[in-house]
């Protein structure tokens, strides 16, 4: 026998006995573009502009609640950095709170967001407080 069939036999012996799951179709998992999702805003927007990926609501409620997600963090932080400055005329103890404010919002914000990712891996639908309805009701719309 040649090298390739034996190959071929063993692994059809492996997937006989249960040992070897059958190949699924190419191409990615819900779990995988759901959390693709959710690293910037881009791959979110492609995910509901292109038809194969918009007609699941796994993923159009991923995509939904990370451009919101990243919407609202991105206004946060600008105005925390556009109020930062200015606090130079409230005193150094404001000026403090102020830095540590920012950086425990940037930490829960990282957090979150992490959190959605993995949930996402695993096939769960992590819902953000204000967020996660209206991203819910956008993927049956």
Same mark, same amino acid.
């Given at each position: 026998?040649?090298?390739?069939?034996?190959?071929?036999?063993?692994?059809?012996? %492996?997937?006989?006995?249960?040992?070897?799951? /059958?190949?699924?179709?190419?191409?990615?998992?819900?779990? =995988?573009?759901?959390?693709?999702?959710?690293?910037?805003p881009f791959p979110a927007i492609f995910f509901l502009a292109?038809?194969?990926? /918009?007609?699941?609501?796994?993923?159009?409620?991923h995509a939904w609640q990370s451009i919101v997600f990243f919407?609202?963090? @991105?206004? +946060?932080?600008? %105005?925390?950095?556009?109020?930062?400055?200015?606090?130079?005329?409230?005193g150094p103890h404001f000026i403090t709170f102020l830095r540590? +404010? =920012?950086?425990?919002?940037?930490?829960?914000? @990282? +957090?979150?967001?992490?959190?959605?990712?993995?949930?996402? %891996? /695993?096939?769960?639908?992590?819902?953000?407080?204000?967020?996660?309805?209206?991203?819910?009701?956008?993927?049956?719309?």
């Amino acid at each position: 026998m040649k090298s390739d069939q034996r190959e071929k036999l063993g692994l059809q012996a %492996l997937k006989e006995r249960g040992i070897m799951s /059958n190949p699924r179709k190419s191409g990615l998992s819900d779990n =995988t573009i759901g959390a693709a999702a959710y690293f910037t805003p881009f791959p979110a927007i492609f995910f509901l502009a292109v038809r194969r990926y /918009n007609k699941r609501p796994y993923v159009r409620f991923h995509a939904w609640q990370s451009i919101v997600f990243f919407a609202f963090g @991105s206004i +946060l932080g600008y %105005l925390f950095a556009f109020i930062l400055p200015f606090a130079v005329f409230a005193g150094p103890h404001f000026i403090t709170f102020l830095r540590w +404010l =920012t950086l425990v919002f940037w930490f829960a914000v @990282s +957090l979150a967001w992490l959190w959605c990712v993995i949930g996402a %891996l /695993n096939g769960r639908r992590r819902k953000l407080p204000l967020l996660g309805d209206w991203a819910d009701e956008q993927a049956y719309r």
